[in-house]
Nanobody
Framework: QVHLVESGGDSVQAGGSLRLSCTAS???????????VAWFRHILGQEREGLAV???????YYLDSVKGRFNISQDNAKNTVYLDMNTLKPDDTAIYCC?????????????????WGQGTQVTVSS
């Protein structure tokens, strides 16, 4: 069982940056050695949107609309995956969640992921 906890959400001005963290616990070995980990966001009234994923080999994949602004990385020694978000816009306001899955085919599809964190709120004001 993998337990994920997100942190780093905050209120920022447009143009600002944030680093979100997703830390795993509940396993003895680094879970990120065996899983793909993705970041999603959920805006009230809209479908959950996949943003970025990093697999066990460190390969990354991004939603086109966040390429160049968001960067996903991992620190296996800390069982943590990060999402660095730059040039934030009011439209980025959402709850951001991380998720982990072992056999991920459709990289940004929520149904591919078995374990989810509770989320962290990001608010961007103009």
């Amino acid at each position: 069982q993998v337990h994920l906890v997100e942190s780093g959400g905050d209120s920022v001005q447009a143009g600002g940056s944030l680093r979100l963290s997703c830390t795993a616990s509940g396993v003895t070995a680094s879970p990120y050695s065996f899983y793909s980990v993705a970041w999603f966001r959920h805006i009230l009234g809209q479908e959950r949107e996949g943003l970025a994923v990093i697999d066990s080999a460190g390969t990354t994949y991004y939603l086109d609309s966040v390429k160049g602004r968001f960067n996903i990385s991992q620190d296996n020694a800390k069982n943590t995956v990060y999402l660095d978000m730059n040039t934030l816009k009011p439209d980025d306001t959402a709850i951001y969640c991380c998720a982990a899955g072992q056999y991920v085919a459709d990289k940004l599809a929520p149904h591919e992921y078995n374990y989810w964190g509770q989320g962290t709120q990001v608010t961007v004001s103009s």
